[in-house]
């Protein structure tokens, strides 16, 4: 059986500024635009940590996340594999506990979460 794949993308305006982030899931979109402020980072990292809980949300065991930014791929991916650092990625390592997930990286134009964030930005 594949794995159910979810997108997650998030951003702030300005930058650093207020967060908002987007996570599709099964063709559902789900939308957070008051996270507070902060960088695009800590807005990707959560987008990833809101897709973590919508794997859960769903009673998965086991999803393939796709995000558009390659920090936080790469960084979650060092994470998962044990190589930790601080911050974002320890929440993440614990979001993360008891699930076989992937973090993939797509081109923007192929991550419905972040065409679904633009969508509020014409």
Not at 94 to 117: C, D, F, P
Request: with cysteine; proline share 3%.
């Amino acid at each position: 059986m594949a794995r159910t794949r979810i997108f997650f993308d998030g951003g702030c305006r300005p930058n650093p500024g207020r967060i908002e982030i987007a996570v599709v899931a099964r063709g559902v979109v789900t939308i957070d635009r008051d996270l507070g402020d902060g960088s695009s980072m800590d807005a990707e990292w959560h987008a990833l940590l809101r897709a973590v809980a919508v794997t859960r949300s769903l009673g998965l065991d086991e999803a393939v996340l796709l995000g558009d930014s390659v920090a936080v791929v790469n960084q979650a991916n060092a994470a998962l594999a044990g190589r930790v650092r601080p911050g974002h990625a320890t929440a993440f390592v614990a979001a993360a506990a008891g699930l076989t997930l992937r973090v993939r990286h797509i081109k923007r134009t192929q991550n419905l979460a972040g065409i679904a964030l633009a969508r509020l930005h014409p």
